[in-house]
């Protein structure tokens, strides 16, 4: 019996944990061949150059097009470089195809339809994540249901509705508020938003109701601050979608003059200058690339945050 009692007493020692390779494709030896690991190179080497030159070749014919004369892009459309810069058709199509107009419609229309979809997605998110109604799970699921809905098949329902609102019985077409309103409701953001605040620790909330917070001061000082990478993401994505969005501005402004970019130039593109028009096609590329590029981070950080660190 001492015996026994003496062994099971007896403190064990712990298992050594061996970490185990990663798999993939090619296992760890055949990496250590040589063969293998110059064909694996060339191969990464093959797939990065084709990505990049599908992503960079049509902007440089962008590019080289905006600067080349019109009987050259018909002539010659496949040329690497323009034969004589012509600086001019920028200007030209800033000026007489009013391109500078159009552009400031479209930031217009953008930045409202991103603080319309920031702030639907944040506080719908908060309402169905951390306050949690008794209707809340019904009121999600009709939001996630939306998702499987065509933007094509409620486009005669949106349209009748801005043209004649439901109780107040005036038409909003032809107007900002066409664009940012039926922009709010958007049910990927409200998704991202209500899994990002899903992953916020719930002592926080606990002690703000302590403190006497109420929902709208927990939201404002607590869930806010700590949401800057989802609301980051939420308003640059909602951004370059509506910098880009055609059919629904094509619907909702029959007005030549009050139309966005990307409704203006394939109308321009009827009677207007090839070369002017190019150049107009790349003025309408530049600040979304120069957004992207500067706010990046926040795009991946926003989607990929599933918790607290530290």
Not at 148 to 164: E, I, K, M
Not at 260 to 281: E, K, N
């Amino acid at each position: 019996m001492t015996g026994q009692l003496s062994e099971t007493s007896r403190p064990r020692r712990p298992r050594r944990v061996t970490s185990r390779p990663a798999r993939g494709i090619v296992s760890s030896a055949d990496r250590n061949s040589t063969g293998t690991r110059w064909g694996l190179l060339v191969t990464q080497a093959l797939l990065l150059t084709g990505v990049a030159a599908a992503a960079l070749v049509p902007f440089w014919w962008l590019v080289k097009g905006s600067v080349s004369g019109t009987q050259e892009l018909i002539g010659d459309p496949t040329r690497p470089w323009p034969g004589a810069l012509h600086w001019g058709n920028l200007s030209s199509a800033w000026n007489d195809l009013e391109v500078g107009h159009y552009l400031v419609n479209t930031v217009i229309y953008a930045t409202g339809s991103c603080a319309a979809q920031v702030l639907v997605a944040t506080t719908a998110g908060y309402a169905l994540s951390i306050l949690r109604p008794r209707f809340g799970s019904l009121v999600y699921g009709a939001i996630l249901a939306t998702l499987f809905l065509p933007g094509t098949v409620t486009l005669v329902a949106l349209y009748l509705t801005v043209t004649d609102l439901p109780g107040l019985h005036v038409s909003i077409a032809n107007g900002p508020l066409a664009i940012w309103l039926p922009a709010g409701a958007h049910a990927f953001n409200v998704l991202i938003a209500k899994q990002f605040f899903d992953a916020l620790p719930r002592e926080l909330f606990d002690a703000a109701a302590t403190d006497g917070a109420g929902a709208v001061r927990t939201f404002w000082s607590i869930v806010l601050p700590m949401s800057r990478p989802v609301v980051a993401a939420i308003a640059i994505l909602s951004l370059m979608a509506a910098w880009k969005d055609f059919l629904w501005p094509l619907v909702a402004m029959t007005d030549p003059a009050k139309q966005p970019l990307s409704v203006a130039l394939p109308r321009l593109a009827t009677y207007s200058d090839q070369a002017m028009l190019i150049a107009g096609l790349l003025i309408s590329t530049l600040p979304p690339l120069v957004v992207f590029a500067i706010f990046q981070r926040h795009i991946v950080r926003g989607i990929g945050f599933n918790g607290l660190k530290g």
